[in-house]
């Protein structure tokens, strides 16, 4: 849904943010389990998240 | 003897001297920086660092993560931030800590994993190098060391000449012989053992067909795996005469004490950690009400103690 939303937001040059869910193991930064990639690199989404620019994340590595 | 005494939780691996036998377990603790705002850092047994390569690594792509029954399946891939760093920006913090700081090293290549150890071999506050040849979740090196015994020789007796410190040495359940694998390991020099890293396992969701982890094969942990833990502990205590720190699935003082009858000096507690912060410090009180309660006054004299 995120990810067709953030399609959206690219097409009509919309600006915003979304708040992302991942399955956590810490919850604190330290077990990398939450990790999304945005541009080059992977970010927490317990720590650097959970919310993003709409546009910065990469989705197509989700299964 | 007095209605509350205080047992003696101290345990000995060869030269290594902990102030209780509950150590965090490699990758559930960060470089413990993160948790000092949920305990006294100072309290617990012993700390293994995240892995540490000689490059950083950003891990395996997401999703990386997946709760099963009883346990969580892994696949992170030893995202770290390398060995240059971790001396730079990690060790300064770890330093100042009064439990033993013991660091995880992993590699793709024999060269690589001599290369960090040599790197770390002059930083002071390092008790000891926990060699990191078990992981299942990297292409590379991990547990295709780990899994052959004559494999895990070599790279055994390659880090034991690049270091003068206490090794210690982690084995992968996900092989035939796991008593095999302890002996060859020992016999190149290994000082200790750390019995064991996750199961390999996996999780697929029947709708989409997909496996939850883009790995598709991930590291088990947790309650689901302590049964299979336990057993591994029993036949590496009995084949080999070094330590061993035993750990899988403990949730509780009374699991770390299960975990020493069968023959573990100390124990690791991990996926715990994601679920009470201070779970380390929660167990070794637990291991100390125990042992008041069955009135042991060294908990060294419980390891392997188990009657059959």
């Given at each position: 849904?995120?990810?067709?939303?953030?399609?959206?937001?690219?097409?009509?040059?919309?600006?915003?943010?979304?708040?992302?869910?991942?399955?956590?193991?810490?919850?604190?930064?330290?077990?990398?389990?939450?990790?999304?990639?945005?541009?080059?690199?992977?970010?927490?989404v317990?720590?650097?998240?959970?919310?993003?620019?709409?546009?910065?994340?990469?989705?197509?590595?989700k299964? | 003897m007095?209605?509350?005494?205080?047992?003696?939780?101290?345990?000995?691996?060869?030269?290594l001297?902990?102030?209780?036998?509950?150590?965090?377990?490699?990758?559930t603790?960060?470089?413990?920086?993160?948790?000092?705002?949920?305990?006294?850092?100072?309290?617990?047994?012993?700390?293994?660092t995240k892995?540490?390569?000689?490059?950083?690594?950003?891990?395996?792509a997401?999703?990386?993560l997946?709760?099963?029954?009883?346990?969580?399946?892994?696949?992170?891939?030893?995202?770290n931030?390398?060995?240059?760093?971790?001396?730079?920006?990690?060790?300064?913090?770890?330093?100042?800590?009064?439990?033993a700081?013991?660091?995880?090293?992993?590699?793709?290549?024999i060269?690589?994993?001599?290369?960090?150890?040599?790197?770390?071999?002059?930083a002071?506050?390092?008790?000891?190098?926990?060699?990191?040849?078990?992981?299942p979740?990297?292409?590379?090196?991990?547990?295709?060391?780990?899994?052959?015994?004559?494999?895990?020789?070599t790279?055994?007796?390659?880090a034991?000449a690049?270091?003068?410190?206490?090794?210690?040495?982690?084995?992968?359940?996900?092989?035939?012989?796991?008593?095999?694998?302890?002996?060859?390991?020992?016999?190149?020099?290994a000082?200790?053992?750390?019995?064991?890293?996750?199961v390999?396992?996996?999780?697929?969701?029947?709708?989409?067909?997909?496996?939850?982890?883009?790995?598709?094969?991930?590291?088990?942990?947790?309650?689901?795996i302590?049964?299979?833990?336990?057993?591994?502990?029993?036949k590496?205590?009995?084949?080999v005469?070094?330590?061993v720190?035993?750990g899988?699935?403990?949730?509780?003082?009374?699991?770390?004490?299960?975990?020493?009858?069968?023959?573990?000096?100390?124990?690791?507690?991990?996926?715990?950690?994601?679920?009470?912060?201070?779970?380390?410090?929660?167990?070794?009180?637990?291991?100390?009400?125990?042992?008041?309660?069955?009135?042991?006054v060294?908990?060294?004299?419980?390891?392997?103690?188990l009657?059959?």
């Open positions: 849904m995120l990810a067709a939303l953030q399609a959206y937001a690219r097409e009509q040059r919309l600006t915003g943010q979304m708040s992302l869910e991942a399955t956590m193991g810490c919850g604190i930064g330290t077990c990398q389990g939450c990790a999304v990639k945005q541009a080059d690199k992977y970010v927490k317990c720590e650097d998240g959970p919310v993003f620019e709409i546009g910065t994340i990469d989705f197509n590595i299964p | 007095k209605k509350s005494f205080a047992p003696d939780l101290t345990v000995r691996l060869g030269d001297v902990l102030q209780n036998p509950v150590i965090t377990a490699s990758g603790f960060g470089y413990g920086e993160e948790y000092r705002e949920f305990m006294n850092l100072d309290r617990i047994g012993g700390l293994v892995a540490i390569t000689l490059q950083p690594r950003q891990g395996n997401p999703p990386r997946v709760e099963t029954a009883a346990g969580v399946l892994n696949a992170i891939g030893l995202a931030v390398g060995v240059e760093a971790f001396l730079s920006q990690k060790m300064p913090f770890l330093q100042k800590l009064k439990p700081v013991i660091v995880n090293v992993a590699g793709s290549t060269d690589e994993y001599v290369r960090v150890i040599e790197r770390l071999e002059t002071a506050g390092i008790a000891a190098l926990e060699l990191n040849i078990s992981c979740n990297v292409r590379e090196g991990g547990m295709s060391f780990g899994a052959d015994p004559q494999a895990a020789h790279v055994v007796k390659a034991r690049a270091t003068r410190r206490h090794l210690m040495v982690k084995l992968t359940p996900n092989v035939t012989d796991i008593a095999a694998i302890a002996r060859s390991v020992v016999a190149a020099g000082d200790s053992l750390s019995v064991i890293n996750t390999q396992g996996m999780a697929i969701d029947a709708v989409s067909r997909r496996p939850r982890l883009k790995n598709v094969f991930g590291g088990l942990s947790g309650p689901a302590k049964p299979l833990a336990l057993a591994c502990v029993y590496v205590a009995r084949a005469r070094v330590p720190v035993g899988g699935g403990i949730m509780t003082g009374e699991d770390a004490v299960e975990f020493m009858i069968a023959g573990a000096r100390a124990v690791s507690v991990g996926t715990v950690n994601f679920i009470n912060p201070r779970a380390a410090l929660d167990i070794a009180a637990g291991i100390a009400a125990f042992c008041r309660k069955e009135k042991i060294q908990v060294a004299d419980i390891v392997g103690t009657h059959v």
